[in-house]
C-alpha cells in the first residue's frame, strides 16, 4: 500500500516556476514506476514525466526542457516547473505504478497506475 500526497500549486504568471512535491507514504522500499500526470476540464488526463527506481526519466514533449521530475533519498517526488505556460495550467497529479515495476513504459494507460494522489491545482496566467 502506498499514499500520495500532492502540495506546491498555485498562480504564476506566464514564464513563472512552481515546484510540486508529492509526498509518499506506506510501501517505499518497493520498486515503483512514479509519475506527474495532469488533467484539465474535459480533457483525458496526460502524463507530464516519468521517473523510475533507477532515476530514468521520460517526459511528454510539450514540457521536455522546462519541467523536471526527481525523487529524493525519502522518496518524496518533485517535480520544478519552469519558463510555465498558460497551456500548462491544469490540476496535477501523482502517481505510482507497482511494486515491482522497475522501469517506466511509456505506453502504460492511467488507469494502470495502482497509487493516486488527490491532485494539486496549478494556474497560469498569460
Known amino acids: 500500500q502506498m499514499r500520495l500526497e500532492e502540495s506546491g500549486g498555485g498562480s504564476v504568471q506566464a514564464g513563472g516556476f512552481l515546484r510540486l512535491s508529492c509526498t509518499v507514504s506506506?510501501?517505499?522500499?518497493?520498486?515503483?514506476?512514479m509519475a506527474w500526470f495532469r488533467q484539465t476540464p474535459g480533457k483525458e488526463r496526460e502524463r507530464v514525466a516519468t521517473i523510475d527506481s533507477s532515476g530514468g526519466t521520460m517526459y511528454a514533449d510539450s514540457v521536455k526542457g522546462r519541467f523536471t521530475i526527481s525523487q529524493d533519498s525519502a522518496k518524496k517526488l518533485w517535480l520544478q516547473m519552469n519558463n510555465l505556460k498558460p497551456e500548462d495550467a491544469a490540476i496535477y497529479y501523482c502517481a505510482a505504478e507497482g511494486p515491482k515495476i522497475y522501469f517506466c513504459s511509456r505506453d502504460t494507460a492511467p488507469r494502470l497506475f495502482d497509487y493516486w494522489g488527490q491532485g494539486t491545482q496549478v494556474t497560469v496566467s498569460s
Open positions: 506506506g510501501d517505499t522500499y518497493s520498486e515503483y514506476c
